[in-house]
């Protein structure tokens, strides 16, 4: 990173430049950070997207040095790395996340792409990700937008434009390319995000010791903490899951979630799913129950052991869980019957993990 006096004045904004200057004394240091191998610098973008960085420095230590480079990832077994993404939910991430691999080898001989376009061809990468990784690894001339962007720049400027709308996005990407610095555009995205994480945060920001206090027009018209502005409200459904935990003569069955729906290639336990919350003998009439456990003889359902509200971004999960021991082997069709102690081998949902948490402290003999 250079400092301000070695920047040229002409190519080089006042903002572009304090924000250099400021980085230098204070960004965190991250094994993604300072490096040009574009391979883990995806990978880090992808982790952090959704993801405190905190969370996310033990994933990402993980997952590279399981997968070194762009080839070994291509290679990998799926389930592999749906386990490894265990706990960081978003899945669709992992997903795409080798798909996009995938993609380098047959596209590109196993080569990084080096080019924005290319680049941003690849699946699960967007405008901001292509442009993060284009000026980390090859110093091209793309400006990133993300939530800390919208917030720094709706601040120091003012802008009331909500930031969810096209002509929001319009304006702050046409902004974020005018303040670029051309000549270390890697470096300047860095200082731009590292910014708006650590100094000009959502709550409360530290405007007494900003260094654009002087020019920042939300601190100067007391509008800090209503901007940015966002338009939509995002519709939250809500779903009801009532999941059994099946055993029969030490074997338990999961399957795996297929189709567009939330948790794909995830793995989960027999789920009925309903319209509203039912209580057990509602779910015990239902027709998937019945498919479910045909020829099973005599089944014992513990009562409701675990229940749980999991809220993801579109979707409020009300979670309930059931152990259930059946005298037969029921039919269990589309699921996989697997050793019950073989379990904790196949990746599933947060939602699921908290539920076999919680059966391992109180019901240990059953895991
Ligand atoms: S003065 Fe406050 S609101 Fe303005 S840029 Fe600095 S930290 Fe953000």
């Not at 993609?103 to 990468?125: A, C, K, N, T």
Request: charged share 25%.
């Amino acid at each position: 990173m250079r400092r301000k006096e070695e920047l040229s004045n002409e190519a080089v904004s006042p903002l572009a430049a304090d924000l250099h200057d400021w980085y230098a004394r204070n960004h965190r240091v991250l094994p993604w950070r300072g490096i040009t191998d574009a391979y883990r610098i995806w990978i880090s973008e992808i982790i952090l997207q959704q993801t405190r960085v905190v969370q996310g420095y033990e994933y990402y230590n993980r997952f590279v040095s399981r997968f070194p480079d762009v080839r070994a990832l291509a290679a990998a077994d799926d389930d592999e790395v749906m386990k490894l993404w265990q706990g960081l939910g978003y899945y669709s991430r992992a997903r795409n996340l080798l798909a996009a691999a995938r993609q380098v080898v047959e596209r590109f001989g196993g080569e990084f792409p080096r080019s924005y376009d290319d680049i941003r061809s690849l699946p699960g990468i967007g405008d901001y990700t292509a442009a993060a990784i284009a000026s980390f690894a090859y110093g091209l001339p793309h400006a990133v937008v993300d939530g800390n962007v919208y917030r720094v720049l709706s601040r120091i400027y003012g802008i009331d434009t909500p930031i969810d709308t096209t002509e929001g996005k319009k304006l702050f990407a046409a902004l974020a390319d005018e303040l670029l610095d051309r000549q270390d555009p890697g470096g300047y995205n860095q200082a731009m995000m590292e910014f708006g994480a650590l100094y000009c945060v959502p709550r409360s920001p530290q405007c007494g010791g900003c260094i654009f206090a002087d020019r920042c027009m939300a601190l100067a018209t007391g509008r800090v903490e209503e901007l940015p502005v966002k338009q939509g409200r995002t519709v939250v459904k809500p779903r009801y899951f009532n999941y059994f935990y099946v055993r029969h003569e030490g074997y338990t069955w999961v399957r795996r979630r297929e189709g567009r729906d939330i948790w794909r290639n995830l793995y989960e336990l027999p789920l009925v799913e309903t319209a509203e919350e039912q209580p057990l003998d509602a779910l015990q009439q239902s027709e998937v129950w019945g498919e479910l456990f045909a020829g099973a003889g005599r089944v014992s359902v513990s009562a409701q052991v675990y229940s749980c509200k999991h809220v993801l971004s579109h979707r409020v999960i009300h979670a309930r869980f059931y152990v259930v021991e059946t005298e037969q082997k029921p039919a269990m069709p589309g699921y996989l019957r697997i050793e019950a102690g073989a379990i904790g081998d196949y990746a599933v949902s947060r939602l699921t993990e908290g539920f076999f948490e919680k059966m391992s402290m109180n019901y240990p003999s059953l895991f």
